[in-house]
């Protein structure tokens, strides 16, 4: 369940670093008519911590003009490392006792947070579980894929990274209304190994679409390990080749995560550019009811992450600050059960959609085929009363 916590007092006051190293300069051959023969023996490789520019020809005709800038040749053949010695940091304020580190200056299926932050209702959440006459997708969509057009949420869709490039095209959109505002699109670790993942970057790369990617690394996607989806040094570095400013920050820290978005939507809408921002964050749960995660990972593995728990963090950090004490956690978490169990209670009790529904919102006219499959349901029903639900408007 999301906690959250509303209070005016102003406890942030963080700054993220706003640049990143930009693409580096691909090596090009430097005698292209000498029967394509290198002046070496053999390719050597030029990892990102040498001193590349070297034997560098300052005359222009020395460098191709090529669309989005000039390119310098070179007289020795070297190929970029296929990774770097240096690890992309991860941005972090609160240590694991809650504690901010000196010198530290802020959708898919798992952002319901997001929706409660936003203003969507426990009636609304609960209506959407049960297919019912409340829920906006009027129960047409399986459990927790919200919607809500009134707060700008796009309905939840299963499969995999078909929402980014759906994001790029809203982001574009409001660029082109000169509107100031901006996407966010989330996703996770499992997504970046799907086509429209880099479709989408390349997308908002070009477009210079205001959109933040952002990306819940935690390690395991279902049940693939990241070493066995790609060999880059995680997800945010890929922003680099498509021409996206990037960052990684740790996921299991609520200030962090709020600086760094905080730092990327200001980006994202001041300047009109994508960022990605790479959210380290492992999944302690099983990826759902029907999972048991210990069929490939160690019960150590999980405890060990466990004890480092977000939430936990988070809380020593305002109980140190005096906004929060156990009693207080003890009487909101009873409070927020015994809501929630009222609006199940709620929910259960109301009627569902109407049959009519089913074929409703796909068409501006009913097309003469959906209008067949409509009569012959109701015939099906008619027959057989007993073998369809009840609580069903016909």
């Known amino acids: 369940m999301t906690i959250w916590i509303s209070r005016s007092r102003r406890i942030f006051n963080h700054f993220v670093q706003r640049a990143c190293p930009l693409s580096l300069l691909h090596p090009r051959g430097s005698r292209p008519f000498s029967y394509f023969e290198s002046n070496q023996q053999e390719p050597q490789c030029y990892h990102e911590e040498e001193d590349y520019h070297v034997d560098i020809k300052h005359d222009e005709n020395q460098a191709m003009d090529f669309p989005g800038g000039k390119i310098p040749f070179v007289s020795q053949m070297k190929f970029i490392s296929e990774s770097s010695e ?3 940091a991860c941005y972090r304020v609160l240590d694991n006792n809650g504690s901010p580190i000196p010198g530290s200056v802020f959708e898919q299926y798992r952002e319901t947070g997001v929706l409660l932050w936003r203003g969507f209702t426990l009636e609304e959440f609960t209506s959407q579980l049960l297919g019912n006459k409340g829920d906006n997708g009027k129960g047409r969509q399986m459990p927790i894929h919200y919607g809500s057009n009134k707060l700008n949420y796009f309905t939840v869709s299963s499969t995999i990274a078909t929402q980014l490039p759906q994001a790029v095209g809203a982001a574009y959109a409001l660029k082109m209304d000169k509107k100031e505002a901006c996407v966010v699109t989330y996703f996770g670790d499992g997504t970046t ?20 990617f952002l990306c819940r690394n935690n390690g395991w996607a279902i049940s693939t390990p990241v070493a066995e989806q790609f060999r880059s040094d995680g997800v945010a570095i890929k922003g680099q080749a498509y021409g996206v400013r990037g960052i990684r920050v740790d996921g299991n820290d609520a200030l962090a995560v709020y600086s760094a978005i905080r730092a990327a939507r200001e ?8 960022i990605i921002v790479e959210a380290m964050a492992y999944r302690v749960g099983d990826h759902a009811s029907s999972d048991d995660s210990t069929k490939y990972r160690s019960r150590e593995e999980i405890e060990y992450w466990r004890r480092r728990c977000s939430v936990a963090r988070f809380r020593k950090w305002i109980q140190k600050n005096g906004w929060w004490s156990d009693e ?11 809501q ?17 529904d089913l074929f409703t919102d796909v068409y501006d006219q009913i097309p003469s085929n959906l209008q067949e499959q409509e009569r012959y349901i109701r015939d099906a029903i008619k027959r057989r009363p007993n073998e369809y639900p009840s609580n069903i408007p016909l």
């Open 86 to 88: 240096t690890r992309l």
């Open 328 to 338: 207080e956690e003890l009487e909101y978490r009873g409070n927020t059960k015994e």
């Open 193 to 212: 190994s799907e086509g429209d993942f880099h479709a989408a970057l390349n997308f908002a790369a070009v477009l210079e679409a205001p959109i933040i």
């Open 267 to 274: 980006m994202a809408i001041k300047e009109q550019r994508p």
């Open 340 to 356: 929630v169990l009222q609006a199940l209670e709620r929910a259960e009790e109301t009627e569902k959609p109407p049959l009519a």
